[in-house]
């Protein structure tokens, strides 16, 4: 193919040309045309009129050059010659970087003192690329699975959007989950004691298998405001809801449609968890903006409204038989006046009024019957006021959210120690979860999990993801329920669930099949 130096007067612009090409771009060009010369001929046909190279064009008419060189597609049809222009410009599209590779180049070339603003990227594109590189050394020595079995993306897809597929005691559906309908149907219209989820945040990973990561932050939220009020309508008026994410997400979250419900009493803010993934070594480069991200982050709440106890507007009723008890027999001695004479301390007052109500100690009860006997007053024995304090206490404990913290020493910082065996562990969690981009480590879901529910109870996750929810439910002995867009990721918490157990059969859409004859049928 002959190359030619023409007038660039000799050259038209084809009108029909669908390639848009801004004054950014435009100027990308220019810059890299004066820091590496031009090297990539125009291709235009015996007419003069550009096929394929229009970026270029406009942008040696703009630095001046009088003398192009081009190549003549003289034999291509005039549908051809469309044709091939279009394809041109769209195959260029059909690719992406390998990101390990990419970051490795750049590195080099920044390295060199060489002016990366010449390759095309954005700012915030080089920011992102070597935000991920960090990311990714992050999770690859940080993340923790006990079920090291290495599962492949199944390519041969049988799961349809539909799809409701019983896993043992646990089930996973293929659906929506900003479709009411379809999260009833999963739940059997039952309601889930705990909701303990990890939504798309932002970060672009849908090509990691991420559904809806892709969405500003603005679309995110408009997407956070059909799922989560329908996660809330879902769970018990007791449940608890987990919700992991980066910063900003969970704060619109908190702002645009947690802290309403607050206000309304109908939802109790309990901590903002904070995973600390244990071995940030930030970074020092100029592409970076922003400190290096070293946590997850989870908001953790109470579908109802904490304070019995608090105040006398929140003060349960069930304690009333016995404080009005108490009261009474107080009032026998003379009136609460005397509860300072008799007790010595500041804690007789809780014993009598609703603000802060607290069922008296043995030692004190027993001080206030002695001091009783004169006025005929507190003749009930502490046995038996106990016994009527636990059986009212087990009704209390039913109108508030489980929480169980004494399975392990734990604050609201969850972290992972550089070189320990869980970081060992996890190195197969990637593999495991079928390569998808944001698993979390067993450690994390079991730990939310059993503080916040009961063994047999339900916990819904409406991002399934991998599955690690449900691998999480299947050690605890808790029902989990998923909902998951994506039939390829349904698929791997299938296969990952059987080799996690063994098991062969599963039941899909009711009825009970073979999993690799159903797969491979």
Not at 9 to 37: D, L, M, T, V, W
Not at 327 to 354: P, R, S
Request: hydrophobic letters at 35%; a negative charge.
């Amino acid at each position: 193919m002959k190359i030619e130096r023409i007038n660039i007067n000799e050259i038209i612009e084809y009108s029909g040309n669908a390639k848009e090409h801004p004054e950014r771009q435009i100027e990308q060009i220019k810059n890299s045309i004066q820091k590496f010369g031009f090297n990539d001929p125009i291709a235009i046909d015996e007419k003069g009129i550009i096929i394929e190279g229009h970026g270029r064009y406009l942008a040696l008419k703009e630095l001046g050059y009088t003398e192009v060189e081009v190549i003549r597609l003289n034999h291509l049809t005039e549908e051809q010659k469309a044709a091939y222009a279009i394809a041109h410009n769209k195959l260029t599209m059909n690719t992406e970087f390998n990101i390990e590779k990419l970051q490795y180049e750049l590195n080099k070339l920044e390295i060199a003192d060489f002016d990366l603003n010449l390759l095309g990227f954005s700012e915030v594109e080089l920011e992102e690329i070597m935000e991920d590189e960090i990311e990714e050394m992050e999770e690859d020595e940080t993340e923790i699975i006990e079920d090291d079995l290495e599962i492949a993306e199944s390519e041969n897809i049988v799961i349809k959007t539909g799809d409701l597929i019983e896993l043992g005691k646990h089930k996973v559906m293929c659906g929506d989950s900003t479709v009411s309908k379809q999260i009833k149907l999963l739940l059997d219209n039952k309601k889930a004691h705990l909701v303990f989820t990890d939504p798309p945040y932002g970060m672009k990973k849908e090509k990691d298998g991420v559904a809806n990561d892709n969405l500003n932050f603005d679309n995110l939220l408009e997407f956070n405001k059909k799922w989560i009020p329908l996660s809330f309508e879902n769970l018990k008026e007791n449940g608890s809801w987990y919700c992991w994410g980066i910063d900003e997400p969970l704060m619109d979250i908190y702002s645009n449609i947690l802290k309403p419900k607050i206000k309304n009493n109908e939802i109790t803010f309990r901590n903002l968890i904070t995973w600390n993934k244990g071995n940030s070594q930030g970074q020092k480069t100029s592409f970076l903006k922003m400190y290096t991200r070293a946590d997850e982050k989870c908001l953790f709440v109470m579908n109802s409204v904490q304070g019995f106890n608090d105040n006398s507007e929140n003060h349960y009723e069930g304690w009333e038989l016995i404080r009005q008890y108490l009261a009474q027999e107080i009032k026998k001695c003379g009136g609460t006046k005397v509860w300072k004479k008799v007790l010595n301390n500041q804690m007789g007052k809780h014993y009598f009024t609703k603000s802060q109500w607290l069922f008296p100690t043995e030692e004190n009860y027993k001080k206030m019957q002695n001091y009783g006997k004169e006025y005929d007053a507190f003749k009930k024995e502490y046995s038996e006021l106990r016994k009527e304090y636990e059986i009212i206490k087990q009704k209390f404990n039913e109108t508030r959210p489980f929480f169980d913290n004494t399975h392990d020493s734990m604050n609201n910082v969850w972290t992972y120690e550089n070189g320990s065996v869980k970081q060992a562990e996890f190195q197969e969690e990637i593999k495991d979860a079928g390569g998808h981009a944001t698993p979390k480590p067993q450690f994390i879901c079991c730990r939310a999990i059993k503080s916040s529910s009961r063994e047999n109870e339900r916990v819904l996750d409406l991002f399934g993801g991998s599955g690690s929810t449900l691998i999480a439910c299947e050690q605890l002995n808790r029902k989990a329920y998923l909902m998951e867009s994506e039939t390829k990721w349904v698929q791997v918490i299938i296969e990952r669930y059987l080799k996690f157990t063994g098991e062969e059969e599963i039941k899909i859409n009711g009825k009970t099949v073979n999993w690799e004859e159903y797969k491979n049928g």
